[in-house]
């Protein structure tokens, strides 16, 4: 079983959509939380970091965690399609290290 | 400010080669990750140094490398390359061991192709 779990999609949503992405875990160890969006050809880069269970708020986007479910979140508003990319949820036990254990990636399209 | 920059973009190698890639950490940053990604996967964590020495490692085998220097730039060696190794390599960079450790920047990656 992977520590991790993501629906690798495909997704696609019409502009202005909301959009909801989600990963699952399985150790208990993880405290820090990240979702990344990745476009093709390109490095991941990091979109929200968020530590320990609660929401966080940034423009358009809202992450979630839920740690007593093992279960976090991304909430994207009002799509663009700019926003067609892979999105990689991260999860890290320590606050050092930079050891992070990543889903396999939810793949979305924003179609205009 | 460049960022986290790599080299080579792409290359390719046979069975059995050794490669080489080279990364340049962002500006500030002293730690430097390296992770594999495998076509439709999310990166695997590789190892990580700083202060020049391999603090943490991943499940990869001793064929898997690496080493810092004293610019902090790194790099990833993998010896007797098999087919499974074709991936991007990412390379990420951060600051220091605390709080923000877990702030990646990464770079645009090194795709490998083993033939």
């Known amino acids: 079983q992977k520590e991790v779990e993501q629906d690798p999609g495909p997704l696609s949503v019409p502009e202005g959509a909301i959009v909801s992405l989600n990963c699952t875990y399985s150790?208990?160890?993880?405290?820090?939380f990240m979702w990344y969006r990745q476009y093709s050809r390109k490095g991941p880069e990091l979109l929200m970091y968020?530590?320990?269970?609660g929401n966080k708020e940034d423009g358009r986007f809202t992450a979630q965690v839920d740690k007593s479910s093992k279960y976090i979140s991304l909430f994207i508003r009002d799509s663009q399609p700019s926003d067609s990319a892979t999105y990689l949820c991260?999860?890290?036990?320590?606050?050092?290290?930079?050891?992070?254990?990543f889903g396999e990636g939810t793949q979305l399209t924003v179609n205009p | 400010d460049a960022g986290v920059t790599q080299s080579p973009t792409h290359l390719i190698k046979t069975r059995g080669q050794q490669v080489t890639l080279r990364c340049s950490p962002k500006?500030?940053?002293?730690?430097v990750s390296w992770y594999q990604q495998a076509l439709g996967q999310g990166p695997q964590f590789i190892f990580q140094?700083?202060?020049?020495?391999?603090?943490q490692r991943g499940n990869f085998p001793d064929r898997f490398s690496g080493h810092q220097f004293p610019n902090y730039s790194s790099e990833l060696n993998v010896n007797a390359l098999l087919l499974g190794d074709s991936a991007l390599y990412l390379c990420?960079?951060?600051?220091?061991?605390?709080?923000?450790?877990?702030?990646?920047?990464f770079g645009a990656g090194s795709r490998l192709t083993v033939l």
């Open positions: 990420a960079s951060s600051l220091g061991q605390g709080f923000g450790a877990n702030v990646l920047t």
């Open positions: 150790n208990s160890a993880f405290q820090y």
């Open positions: 968020t530590y320990s269970s």
């Open positions: 991260a999860m890290s036990a320590g606050a050092s290290g930079s050891r992070l254990t």
């Open positions: 500006s500030g940053h002293d730690t």
């Open positions: 140094y700083y202060e020049e020495e391999e603090r």
